[in-house]
């Protein structure tokens, strides 16, 4: 009778040890996957030439990809829309990265975190067994072996729910654990792709929405005339938008009043002479760039000072994209908007060079 018990016994922690595995798997693919999404992203953080220093580093970034794909609708984004281009930027260099690095970066993470959990798991089955202090009172082992878990695995009330434990001999557990937790198959193989990784992550916990939550929280304000984006961050932002370098306001449609003259003015030249503008183009009333803040909220909040350096950058750009911001705008540049020849020498690598005197 007692070696019939003892077999009972036995098979019964068997079968239970087994159904504790399985059920732990999705709990500990999900916190392996969050872990691993964690650390790629502070992998790129210091690889990843885009993504190693603040959101100005990054933009200087975008800046020259754009250039080297001449690419008017990204342009175009970047201007209107630039928190858009940025993310959607940043999702793409992710996504790249993890196919480029999956076997020799992503893969051996998951699988090396997959061996540290299945180590915490037999542990604290063992302190579970340890701590039970009546023999076999298995609700108690499980008591003990979920918060023993806690700082591991996210387990719900929910996770050993339908789990029967008749005949369980506590003593069995962890041996069984031992043997049967290697055995619970995990995405590892090569048909594993890239887009089951994070597609299989909570939005939050994605690396890019890591990366962006890390980048993009700075001050997104753009100057009312060129739509240069506010450098400043949220923490330090006090006071006055502010933004190194403005740009020609044509590119954001800025013409001159009863032409269709699109202008080549830059906000920083501007406001240091006698012409004026209209705030907003119902307006009958002309505000002196002088006093541009007068122009209403949007103006007085900004920091614009006089300053005649300009960026070959965008010169090229208003020179590449002459004839689609045309289109754009429905507008020419001529007349008071006519592009200066000079502008017209600068090279595509010249313009790039530029912004790194600049950024
Ligand atoms: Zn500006
Ligand atoms: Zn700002």
Known sequence: ??????????????????????????????????????????????????????????????????????????????????????KT????????????????????????????????????????????????????????????????????????????YNDVDINFLVDVMRRELPAVKFDTSRTFRVVNFLDKLDYRDRPDEILIDHLCRCCWVQCPFCKAICTKTIENHGGDHSVPFHRNIGLNGWHFSETKHLSVDICTSEVASNHSFYPNVSDTIAVLWREYRKGGPKYANWSITPDFSELPYWKWVVCRFQKDLEN????????????????????????????????
Not at 25 to 42: D, G, W
Not at 329 to 356: C, H, M, V
């Open 1 to 86: 009778i007692i070696f019939q018990k003892y077999c009972q016994g036995a098979t019964s922690s068997a079968i239970f040890g087994e159904l504790i595995c399985n059920k732990l798997k999705e709990p500990i693919q999900q916190s392996v996957y969050k872990k691993t999404a964690r650390e790629l992203a502070n992998e790129m953080r210091s690889n990843c030439e885009s993504v190693n220093g603040n959101r100005s580093k990054l933009e200087k970034h975008i800046l020259k990809v754009l250039a080297e794909r001449e690419n008017f609708d990204m342009y175009m984004t970047y201007i209107h829309n630039p928190r858009k281009l940025f």
């Open 89 to 164: 930027f940043i999702r793409d260099e992710v996504s790249n990265y993890v196919s480029e690095k999956f076997n020799v970066s992503v893969l051996p993470k998951i699988k090396e975190g997959i061996i540290l959990h299945q180590q915490k798991i037999i542990e604290a089955a063992h302190e579970a067994s340890r701590l039970v202090k009546v023999k076999n009172d298995v609700d108690s082992w499980l008591k003990h072996f979920t918060h023993q878990l806690s700082d591991v695995l996210i387990l719900s009330g929910k996770t050993f729910t339908g789990v029967s």
């Open 328 to 359: 754009k705008y429905n507008k020419t540049f001529q007349g008071s908007g006519k592009i200066p020849d000079e502008w017209r020498k600068y090279t595509k690598q010249e313009a790039i060079e530029s912004l790194n005197k600049h950024y």
